[in-house]
C-alpha cells in the first residue's frame, strides 16, 4: 500500500510479453499485485495478460495511453509523491519505447521519485538479434513518418549512418516504406523483416531491400519490426561513380547545398573532392545528353 511516512512512492517500468506470454518476466506477477496503481495502455489487455498469469491487481487501475498521457502523468506523478507504488505497463514490450511512459519517466525524475524497472521482452532487441545483421553498433529510429515526403526525408538524415538500424512499420505501409528505403539506401542494402515475434506465424525475411519491397506488394501482416544494414565504411576506390552520384543526391535531397555535399561524401569515402564533383557532373552531362538515334 501507499507510504504514509511523508516518502515518495516508486515508478516501475514493466515490460510484458510482444507475442507468447510465457514470455512474462518472473517479477512481473508480483508487482502486478503489489502496486498501488496499475498504469495501463490498454487496460483491457492488462485484464487478459492478468488472466493468462492467473492473479488479480489489488490497486487501482488507471488508462494510460497516447491520448491521454500528457493529462493524466500530473495525477500520477501527485500519487507517487505521496508514497504510492505505480506500475506502468503498455501493450507489449517496454514502455518509454514507441511507447507512452516517457513524459511521466521525466516528471518523476524532474521529482526526485524512484524509477526503476522490470526487464521484459523488447522487439527491437530481439529482432536485432535474429536479423543476422551486425549487432555490435546500432540505432533505433522508431516508426517512419507516415506521409511520403517526410518519410523520405527521415530516411535520406539516416543514409550515411554506418550502425545498423531498427525501424518499427505498420504493415498496411510496409511495402512503400521499403521501397523508400531501397531508393535512398540502395536496393541491394541487406535488411530482415521481422513479423509476428515470438508468437504463431513469426518469420523473418531476409534480403536486399530492393528484392523484399518486391515481396510486401502482396501484402503482409501482422507486427512488423524492419532492421537494415549500416552504410559500408567505404575506402578509397570501394565506390563507383554512380553511388558517389547518389550519395551527393540523398545530401542535396536533404537540403545541403552541393559543394557541401560533394565535400562530406569525398570526406567519407576518402576521396578527393575532385573526383566526386567529376562524378556528379559526368551525370549531370549525360542527363542533358541528347539520346542516341
Known amino acids: 500500500m501507499a507510504d504514509v511516512t511523508g516518502t515518495t512512492g516508486t515508478l516501475v517500468l ?15 506477477a508480483a508487482e502486478l499485485e503489489r502496486a498501488d496503481v496499475v498504469a495501463a495502455e490498454d487496460t483491457r489487455r492488462l485484464r487478459r495478460l492478468t488472466q493468462a498469469l492467473g492473479i488479480h491487481t489489488s490497486g487501482r487501475v488507471v ?26 505497463v503498455t501493450d507489449a514490450g517496454m514502455p518509454s519505447v514507441s511507447d507512452p511512459g516517457y513524459r511521466l519517466v521525466a516528471a518523476a525524475v524532474e521529482k526526485d521519485i524512484r524509477v526503476t524497472a522490470v526487464p521484459g521482452p523488447s ?19 522508431g ?23 531498427v525501424f ?16 535512398v539506401f540502395g536496393a541491394e542494402r541487406r535488411a530482415a523483416v521481422c513479423r509476428e515475434l515470438t508468437k504463431t506465424y513469426e518469420e523473418v525475411k531476409r534480403g536486399p531491400l530492393g528484392e523484399l519491397a518486391v515481396w510486401a506488394a502482396d501484402g503482409v501482416r501482422g507486427e512488423i519490426t524492419v532492421v537494415v544494414e549500416g552504410a559500408a565504411d567505404a575506402g ?6 554512380e553511388e558517389l552520384v547518389r550519395r551527393v543526391r540523398v545530401r542535396e535531397e536533404a537540403g545541403e547545398r552541393r ?35
Open 236 to 241: 578509397p576506390g570501394d565506390l563507383d561513380a
Open 63 to 88: 488508462s494510460y495511453f497516447e491520448g491521454n498521457e500528457s493529462a493524466r502523468t500530473p495525477e500520477l506523478v501527485e500519487a507517487l509523491s505521496g508514497g504510492a507504488r505505480v506500475l506502468l
Open 143 to 165: 516508426f517512419l513518418p507516415r506521409k511520403a515526403g517526410e518519410r523520405l526525408s527521415r530516411l535520406r538524415e539516416n543514409a550515411d549512418e554506418r550502425r545498423t538500424m
Open 168 to 183: 518499427f512499420e505498420a504493415p498496411h505501409r510496409l511495402d512503400d516504406t521499403l521501397a523508400a528505403m531501397a531508393e
Open 14 to 28: 514493466a515490460g510484458t510479453p510482444i507475442g507468447d506470454v510465457a514470455d512474462a518476466p518472473p517479477r512481473l
Open 259 to 293: 559543394k557541401e555535399a560533394i565535400a562530406a561524401v569525398a570526406a567519407d569515402a576518402g576521396l578527393p573532392k575532385r573526383e566526386v564533383f567529376d562524378a556528379v557532373v559526368a551525370a549531370k552531362n549525360a542527363e542533358k545528353a541528347p539520346p542516341k538515334p
Open 123 to 141: 522487439a527491437v532487441l530481439t529482432a536485432l538479434a535474429l536479423s543476422g545483421l551486425p549487432v555490435d553498433r546500432f540505432c533505433f529510429e
